[in-house]
């Protein structure tokens, strides 16, 4: 862990308000959901349990909270008002981790567990059990004999699992090392039973990123053994472009009980790009480009640009549009390249900076015309433009990959001899 990163004992959390970006109260923190991992490596934070107004509670993604400060919580302000469930793979930090009695891996003493620290890793939004705070001796937590200490998350066993075990638990845990794209290919070798549980254990971002990568007759699959209000979590989860061509497959009745139980937010940006043909710059492209105004400085644009979970296509460049400045924008007024961020200001207003003269796409521009349009101009995105100026979305090259290849192309062994070796993440 890098010094200096954001560290919390959660029972300082316990009760806390939670508040979206306006500074208006979401709820109260009732608990944190962990995931075990194999490997002797820390949990991971993967969430909040969220206590509402109307006394539901909901789960809150690490990857959607913003600040976790001195007596509050802070979220991007996009909240999933169903339900929390537990799932098999999950555990609940104060109500399964605290009084729990494990041993020091060092002395085979055993300990309670008082409390517990988490802490952010550097650069992401990813939270990881950090220490313990436990005390010595036999006894719950209320009782006051015995020595109290801290000690590494490494020091305890009993927060792992066995690297030998072969439950979707196990399973789940061991994909988290890989890329999206690994784990598909993993899932799509499994035999159809197996495939469908460590799906359905998989957390919602997780599932999306990995069916973006699956053959459509997985996705199709795994999305229709998945409770309906579950896959319409998933389906928010994904891009607007994926969910749309998922969704495309389905039957129509399907696809609108699906689309009424989304967040009318996304569902409405489902609903834009299905109305385009597939092999068109409308149906291949993202909705959720980086919009910026014309007022925005190089700092504002960088920043934006280092979010963690946009794509290095998305991540190349922003687009500056007159407000409002989601897709459908305000008039587009050009594009200013990533390169050309690094070498300005950061004081710079982007509208100084910004090129007008590379002409948009129409999104009816055919896939052959987009793939040229890409390849002359050795752009890895685009934009797509209505014929009122307005900025719609983004096509990206590996949306296009997508269609040019061949459609068995997610099954080709990129580990074997001859093919294409890449790392972990």
């Not at 194999?38 to 509670?57: A, T």
């Not at 196990?170 to 799906?199: C, G, I, M, Q, W």
């Not at 922003?318 to 400045?325: E, M």
């Amino acid at each position: 862990m890098a010094a200096g990163a954001p560290r919390v004992f959660v029972s300082h959390l316990s009760g806390v308000p939670v508040f979206d970006p306006n500074g208006d109260q979401v709820g109260r923190v009732r608990d944190l959901v962990a995931m075990l991992r194999v490997g002797g490596r820390p949990p991971r934070i993967l969430g909040l349990v969220v206590e509402v107004v109307s006394r539901r509670r909901i789960f809150l993604p690490m990857t959607r909270v913003t600040g976790v400060e001195s007596g509050q919580v802070i979220t991007t302000g996009v909240v999933n008002m169903r339900r929390f469930e537990q799932r098999p793979t999950e555990r609940l930090v104060l109500g399964e981790f605290l009084d729990r009695r494990v041993r020091l891996v060092e002395s085979d003493e055993e300990v309670t567990v008082l409390d517990v620290a988490i802490q952010q890793l550097p650069a992401r939004r990813d939270w990881e059990i950090d220490k313990y705070f436990v005390r010595k001796g036999r006894g719950g937590a209320l009782r006051r004999k015995g020595e109290t200490l801290t000690v590494e998350w490494s020091a305890v066993s009993g927060f792992s699992l066995e690297e030998h075990g072969q439950g979707a638990e196990n399973l789940v845990a061991t994909f988290e090392r890989l890329r999206p794209a690994d784990v598909a290919n993993a899932l799509h070798h499994l035999s159809p039973k197996r495939r469908v549980e460590v799906a359905a254990a998989l957390d919602d971002d997780r599932l999306a990123d990995v069916l973006e990568e699956l053959p459509e007759d997985d996705q199709v699959e795994i999305l229709g053994k998945l409770k309906e209000e579950r896959a319409a979590d998933v389906l928010e989860a994904m891009d607007p472009d994926d969910a749309a061509d998922l969704l495309s497959e389905l039957p129509e009745e399907d696809k609108e009980r699906l689309l009424t139980l989304m967040r009318p937010d996304d569902a409405a940006d489902v609903r834009r790009l299905m109305a385009y043909e597939e092999r068109t710059a409308g149906g291949l492209m993202t909705t959720e480009p980086i919009v910026l105004r014309p007022d925005a400085t190089v700092a504002d644009a960088l920043a934006r640009v280092r979010q963690s979970d946009l794509s290095p296509a998305l991540a190349a460049q922003v687009y500056v549009c007159r407000s409002p400045d989601e897709t459908p924008t305000g008039k587009y007024l050009g594009t200013v390249h990533f390169q050309r961020l690094l070498r300005d200001p950061p004081f710079t207003l982007v509208s100084s900076i910004v090129d007008s003269d590379l002409v948009p796409l129409p999104p009816d521009t055919p896939l052959p015309t987009v793939t040229s349009y890409l390849a002359a101009y050795n752009l890895v995105s685009a934009p797509v433009v209505d014929e009122s100026g307005s900025l719609l979305g983004a096509v990206t090259v590996d949306d296009v990959l997508d269609h040019l290849l061949p459609e068995d192309w997610r099954e080709t062994d990129f580990h074997g001899e001859g093919g294409i070796r890449h790392g972990r993440t």
